[in-house]
């Protein structure tokens, strides 16, 4: 018997081994497109879902290249609060036409990237708010209402949903005002306002990331 055959055994079967997961994830690929075309959302308990986030990382880039947009993990969000699934959906609708103005538009390159980052951010960041949301949210109903410091803890926690609420709001209506200034012709002409836009657009995030971490330095309130 030839000793290299087992080695030849191992190779052959370590590259069909390699054929078959290509293709099955080109398939899944496909698949996973076609399946989720319609779907956005996956509503979860956590917001770092393995499966979902591995879902994300693999088919994400794919859908956004295809003008689908991407599967994103929310917490639940009662009838009373949906509206707030809305501007997530506007924030990613317009986050996409942004991107396609962009690479139509006598835009310069480096401002094309620098709109098209600022405006990809805003979605993320809008979905990372309302997980914070959620949680503010959990924090305030388990609050003893007998407790001394109640009042003052929901007050806290009422406030930073409040500012949380209008800076989304406000991200998204900047991000609105981005999609219609560039269908403007003055735009290709280095309008100042358009500077001021992406300035806005940029402290927008950067407010929404801070109240991020405001939230987190509030975690310690409870009962």
């Known amino acids: 018997m030839d000793p ?4 030849n055994c191992l ?28 779907r956005q959302y996956f509503v979860s308990a956590r917001q770092d879902h393995p499966g979902a986030a591995l879902y994300a990382k693999l088919f994400n880039p794919i859908r956004r290249a295809k003008g689908i947009r991407p599967l994103r993990v929310i917490p639940y969000i009662d009838k009373a609060h949906r509206g707030e699934i809305d501007l997530l959906e506007r924030a990613d609708r317009l986050a996409r036409e942004v991107h396609e103005a962009l690479s139509r538009g006598p835009v310069a390159a480096e401002r094309k990237a620098a709109f098209d980052r600022q405006a ?5 960041n809008v979905n990372r ?7 503010l949210r959990r924090l305030s109903a388990s609050i003893d209402p007998s407790s001394d410091s109640a009042q003052q803890n929901r007050q806290a926690i009422g ?3 409040n500012k949380t609420l209008a800076e989304m709001t406000r991200s998204v209506e900047l991000l609105a005002s981005l999609s219609v ?13 358009f500077d001021r836009l992406l300035a806005d657009l940029d402290e927008s995030n950067k407010r929404l990331v801070d109240l991020s971490s405001a939230y987190a330095e509030n975690r310690q309130l409870s009962a």
Do not use: C, K
């Open 129 to 135: 708010a309302l997980w914070n949301l959620a949680r």
């Open 120 to 124: 990809r951010e805003v979605p993320d």
């Open 11 to 38: 190779t052959a079967a370590g590259w069909l081994f390699i054929v078959m997961l290509v293709t099955a994830t080109v398939w899944s690929a496909g698949r996973s497109t076609l399946r989720w075309n319609s």
């Open 159 to 161: 406030d930073l949903e």
């Open 4 to 7: 290299a055959a087992p080695f």
């Open 181 to 193: 200034s560039l269908i403007q012709v003055e735009l290709a002409r280095g309008d100042r306002s």
